[in-house]
């Protein structure tokens, strides 16, 4: 391993430490055979007491639940053939839904708002249900992407209906198991490692450490389509091989070669908006991706300040976890983190 390699792609995190825009950060990547490299950075809690952050610490994923978690329950279940692309929503929750089709949810071109307040309806299912039914459509499906936290909400709920398991059960047998992610899931224990330092609950003044920080997910219990899973940077890299693997995990099978060949394709070129692939993102201008991946790249972000981006041309897995919020949701460094610690990865790839 090349040092000046590795201190060239620690630098921007290090530099953004010491101005404390960022409170710390674990960063890695690897090929579909091997680690490249695994670091820490910074702090995983500052206040109220100042705790070093290490490679092994666990972060609120927030939204790569979508892809980790959702996504890949949904694969599993389309390749025994309990789901399609086109299926109707309707089909699964019920009228109301009209022409919305599975594959709207998943490309984020449901016509749906990107947000709504869910938290005053506690944990009730059908309510959330009934509340995404009704909500205003901003377009007709298909006509533009607008990423919506309510699209995988949606999703999580039809994948428990078809399912009838619960989504962290879901995950365990579909995701965790099969992958063994062994320190990846919903519903974390507070003695189940180190936590990455969230925002403070307003109730106690002390920062969430194994809480949710999405407040509808939060509501909901703590298990939602959009967010609510907790991982470490050598799970995610894990789950990144296997993909770069053409589907084969830990243990042997676990999506077949079409279904990732599918995962890399932009489903939404010619259509207003983001480019998206189903579940994940693909690069566009100001992505998170940076100038250098590939086109057959996918990723995602989380907003806690996580991300993911696995190439498949370069044949590499990038994962950035940072406990940004911890700082308050107003500074957001991984904005412009993200991109230049994939430029810079992909630079320095030969020499890792």
Do not use: C
Request: hydrophobic content about 45%; overall charge neutral.
């Amino acid at each position: 391993m090349d040092h000046a390699s590795i201190s060239a792609i620690r630098r921007p995190f290090e530099e953004a430490i010491a101005k404390q825009t960022l409170p710390g950060a674990v960063i890695g990547a690897a090929t579909g055979s091997r680690i490249l490299f695994r670091e820490a950075m910074g702090f995983r809690q500052v206040r109220p007491d100042s705790l070093p952050m290490k490679v092994d610490t666990r972060f609120d994923l927030a939204s790569l639940t979508k892809v980790v978690a959702t996504t890949s329950i949904f694969f599993r279940l389309l390749e025994r053939g309990e789901v399609r692309l086109d299926d109707l929503v309707s089909t699964f929750l019920g009228g109301g839904f009209g022409t919305l089709r599975l594959r709207h949810l998943l490309t984020h071109t449901s016509g749906l708002p990107a947000w709504m307040d869910f938290s005053a309806m506690g944990a009730d299912r059908e309510h959330r249900i009934a509340a995404i039914r009704g909500a205003r459509r901003l377009y007709a499906p298909g006509e533009r992407v607008l990423y919506s936290d309510l699209n995988f909400i949606a999703l999580g709920y039809l994948l428990e209906h078809i399912s009838g398991q619960g989504l962290d059960q879901l995950f365990i047998n579909e995701v965790q198991h099969p992958l063994r992610l062994s320190d990846t899931r919903f519903l974390p224990s507070s003695d189940e490692g180190e936590f990455a330092a969230t925002e403070p609950d307003p109730a106690t003044g002390r920062p969430w450490l194994g809480v949710v920080h999405d407040e509808n997910a939060r509501s909901a219990g703590g298990v939602a389509g959009h967010a609510g899973l907790f991982g470490t940077l050598d799970d995610l890299l894990r789950f990144g091989q296997t993909l770069l693997n053409r589907g084969v995990g830990a243990e042997g099978r676990w999506l077949s070669a079409a279904t990732v060949n599918r995962l890399t394709r932009a489903e939404t070129a010619g259509v207003a908006g983001e480019l998206r692939a189903l579940g994940y993102q693909k690069p566009f201008p100001l992505s998170s991706a940076g100038d250098l991946v590939s086109p057959r790249a996918i990723g995602h972000t989380g907003f806690t300040g996580t991300s993911l981006w696995i190439d498949f041309d370069y044949e590499v897995v990038m994962v950035a976890l940072t406990n940004r919020v911890h700082f308050g949701r107003e500074i957001n460094a991984p904005l412009r983190l993200r991109p230049i610690f994939h430029n810079v990865v992909l630079a320095h790839l030969d020499d890792l």
